[in-house]
Every structure is written in structure tokens, then in C-alpha cells.
């Protein structure tokens, strides 16, 4: 059990540019959660998938922003014409999803500077 | 909706000495749990502790415990015989029926050798 990954580990793009980040979550985990986190502050919840289908997306998930998670297991995350304001930390979190303290265990982010 | 307040943005404690973290939530359900995460600087964000709602008895892991108040709604963090290791920024987070995390704006705590 390697943990959750994410990649990159950093990402610096020029506004209008399209990102996408990968996480790969704990093995046999059941479900995937994106937040974001921008200095000074706690995370914040933007989508979390149940194996492949995506149950519940936040509001701050603009049209720009889009997750998937096609086979149940990596999920993407991509930002289409990045905005100085989508500067953040892109967390990554995984659960097992049956039930109980379904307790999320997070990756070590990915760090998008928009130039 | 969820929403959880840490009230102390940084607080500093000395090497093996006591601190306690603060944190407040509001919510309507009755059935949620409560976490605290630490994060530590320019590292992953790792759990320190959980607490479910329902039981009474404060949750305790070695070093770590809570003084969880469900009428207040309260959950504060002790840590005990505090090690330069512990300095991180502390997130309080909620769970409720939706699964997903409420997190606070975070504690920075630092710690004195």
C-alpha cells in the first residue's frame, strides 16, 4: 500500500492554458475525493466519485472544471482556460466506502501556479 | 450547511509541554463524525484523530486526545508532552451525511525546544 499519489507534484501554466492532474487513489478504496486549498486556508470540497460515477460536485467546480474517473480506479482532474484565480493546492483523497468511519486519506497534492 | 471555526490561528507550546486546539462546528445532523488533521510544511496532510458523534467517550491516540462536547459543539485537541515533530498546521474537519470533509481555516502550531 503505497498510499494516494498525485501528479504532478507542481504544475506552473500561463492563464488560458488547459491543466490536468492525475490522483491514484489506495488500492481497493471505493471512493475518490478532489479539494482545494489555497493559502491560509482548509481544503475545500469540489467533487467525490463512488467507484466510477461522480455523486456530488461543489459549487466552486465551475464549467472550467471537469473530473473523471473512468474506470473506477485514477481520476483526473482538468481546469480548461486556467484563471490567475485557480492558483491553489489540488488535493487528492481516498476512502474505502463501506460504511462506518469512512475515514479519507489524502495525497501530497498537486501546486498550480497560473502565470 | 457545515461550518467549523478554529479560533486560533497560531499558538506555540513549549518542547514537552501541554496545548490544546480549539475548535468549534455548527450542524444539524445527528449522526457525523469529527477529525483532526495535521499537515506539515510542504507535506501531506495525515490524520491525527477521529471522533464519531454518537459516542460519548473522547477519543484518544497516544499523545493525542479530544475533549469532544457534542452539546456545545466543541472538539478541542490535547497534546500531550508536545514534540518538535508536532509543529504543523492542525485542521478540524466535519462529516456529515454527505461525505464530504468541512474543514476550519487551520491552527499553526508551533513548537518551542
Known amino acids: 500500500d503505497t498510499g494516494v499519489s498525485q501528479n504532478p507534484r507542481h504544475k506552473i501554466t500561463k492563464r488560458g492554458q488547459n491543466v490536468t492532474f492525475r490522483c491514484d487513489p489506495i488500492s481497493e478504496h471505493n471512493r475518490l475525493y478532489w479539494y482545494r486549498q489555497t493559502l491560509g486556508q482548509g481544503p475545500e470540497f469540489l467533487t467525490y466519485?463512488?467507484?466510477?460515477?461522480?455523486?456530488?460536485k461543489s459549487r466552486l467546480l465551475s464549467d472550467r472544471f471537469s473530473a473523471e474517473r473512468p474506470k473506477g480506479s485514477f481520476s483526473t482532474l482538468e481546469i480548461q482556460r486556467t484563471e490567475q484565480g485557480d492558483s491553489a493546492m489540488y488535493l487528492c483523497?481516498?476512502?474505502?466506502?463501506?460504511?462506518?468511519?469512512?475515514?479519507?486519506?489524502f495525497g501530497p497534492g498537486t501546486r498550480l501556479t497560473v502565470l | 450547511a457545515q461550518t467549523v471555526t478554529q479560533s486560533q490561528p497560531e499558538m506555540s507550546v513549549q518542547e514537552a509541554e501541554t496545548v490544546t486546539l480549539s475548535c468549534t462546528y455548527d450542524t444539524s445532523e445527528s449522526d457525523y463524525y469529527l477529525f483532526w488533521y495535521k499537515q506539515p510544511p510542504s507535506r501531506q496532510m495525515i490524520l491525527v484523530i477521529r471522533q464519531e458523534a454518537y459516542k460519548q467517550q473522547n477519543a484518544t491516540e497516544n499523545r493525542f486526545s479530544v475533549n469532544f462536547q457534542k452539546a456545545a459543539k466543541s472538539f478541542s485537541l490535547k497534546i500531550s508532552d508536545s514534540q518538535l515533530g508536532d509543529a504543523a498546521m492542525y485542521f478540524c474537519?466535519?462529516?456529515?451525511?454527505?461525505?464530504?470533509?468541512?474543514f476550519g481555516k487551520g491552527t499553526k502550531l508551533t513548537v518551542n525546544p
Open positions: 474537519a466535519h462529516q456529515g451525511g454527505s461525505e464530504k470533509l468541512v
Open positions: 466519485f463512488q467507484n466510477e460515477a461522480q455523486l456530488e
Open positions: 483523497a481516498s476512502s474505502l466506502g463501506r460504511g462506518g468511519t469512512d475515514t479519507q486519506y
